[in-house]
C-alpha cells in the first residue's frame, strides 16, 4: 500500500474553505484515493473516493493533479461540526483488503 | 450503506479479566475486519475475519490474546482476554461497503471505549 504524508493539524475558522494535502509518491496504477472522517467517540466515516481529476460530493471535493502524486480535499465553509481527524487513504481495496490509516490531520474549526 | 451496531460501548475492567465485544451488521458481509485505537492514536488493524474460517491477525496481535468468532455472514465478537492496563483503547470493527463500480468504502461500528483498571 502506497504510504501517504499528510499534515498532523490545521486551524481554521468557521465559514472558511479547508484544504488538507496529502502526498503519496508511491500511489500505483490500480490505486484509489480515499478520505475518512473521525470524530470524537465515533467510527471513521468514508467522506469521499477518486482516481484523477476532481472529484465532488455533497460535503467535500477531492482535487488529483495529473501525476497522481498527492491529493487535496477541499472543505467549503467549514462549521465548528467539522472538527475532525480526517485521513487520506491510497490502495487497491477491490480486493477486500482492510484499511491502512495514517497518523491523519486533526482539524480543528473556530468560531 | 451497511449499519453496525457494536456493543458494548464502553467498559471498565479489571485486570486479568476478559471482554467480549460484539459487532452486528443489518446486511451479509464476507469480511468484517477489528481494529484498535489507542488514546490519540490511529487505528491499527488487528484482525481480519471471515465467516467459516479462523481469522488472520496482523503482527503484534494473536489469537490467544484477542480470539474472534464469525459464526455468521452478520455477526462477529472479539474477545480482549487477561485484560491489563495497556489495552485500554478503543476497539471499533469494520466492513466492506461496495459502492459501485470499482468504488469501495468501509463502514465502522462507533467503537468500544475499555478502560482496565
Known amino acids: 500500500l502506497a504510504k501517504t504524508t499528510q499534515p498532523i493539524s490545521m486551524d481554521s475558522y468557521e465559514g472558511q474553505e479547508v484544504n488538507i494535502t496529502c502526498s503519496h509518491n508511491?500511489?500505483?496504477?490500480?490505486?484509489?484515493i480515499t478520505w475518512y472522517q473521525q470524530f470524537p467517540s465515533q467510527g471513521p466515516r468514508f467522506i469521499i473516493q477518486?482516481?484523477?481529476t476532481k472529484v465532488t460530493n455533497e460535503v467535500a471535493s477531492l482535487f488529483i493533479p495529473a501525476d497522481r502524486k498527492s491529493s487535496t480535499l477541499s472543505l467549503p465553509r467549514v462549521s465548528l461540526s467539522d472538527t475532525a481527524v480526517y485521513y487520506c487513504?491510497?490502495?487497491?481495496?477491490?480486493?477486500?483488503?482492510?484499511?491502512?490509516f495514517g497518523s491523519g490531520t486533526r482539524l480543528q474549526v473556530q468560531p | 450503506s451497511a449499519v453496525i451496531s457494536q456493543k458494548p460501548s464502553r467498559d471498565i475492567c479489571q485486570r486479568g479479566t476478559s471482554l467480549t465485544i460484539q459487532c452486528q451488521v443489518d446486511?451479509?458481509?464476507?469480511?468484517m475486519f477489528w481494529y484498535r485505537q489507542q488514546p490519540g492514536q490511529s487505528l491499527t488493524l488487528i484482525a481480519t475475519?471471515?465467516?467459516?474460517?479462523?481469522?488472520?491477525?496482523e503482527s503484534g496481535f494473536v489469537i490467544d490474546k484477542f480470539p474472534i468468532s464469525r459464526p455468521n455472514l452478520t455477526f462477529s465478537t472479539l474477545t480482549v482476554s487477561n485484560m491489563s492496563p495497556e489495552d485500554s483503547s478503543i476497539y471499533l470493527c469494520?466492513?466492506?461497503?461496495?459502492?459501485?463500480?470499482?468504488?469501495?468504502?468501509?463502514?465502522f461500528g462507533s467503537g468500544t471505549r475499555l478502560t482496565v483498571v
Open positions: 469494520s466492513v466492506e461497503d461496495h459502492l459501485g463500480g470499482p468504488l469501495y468504502g468501509y463502514t
Open positions: 508511491n500511489i500505483a496504477t490500480n490505486d484509489y
Open positions: 475475519a471471515n465467516q467459516g474460517s479462523e481469522a488472520t491477525y
Open positions: 487513504l491510497v490502495g487497491d481495496w477491490s480486493g477486500r483488503r482492510a484499511l491502512t
Open positions: 446486511s451479509q458481509v464476507t469480511m
Open positions: 477518486g482516481y484523477k
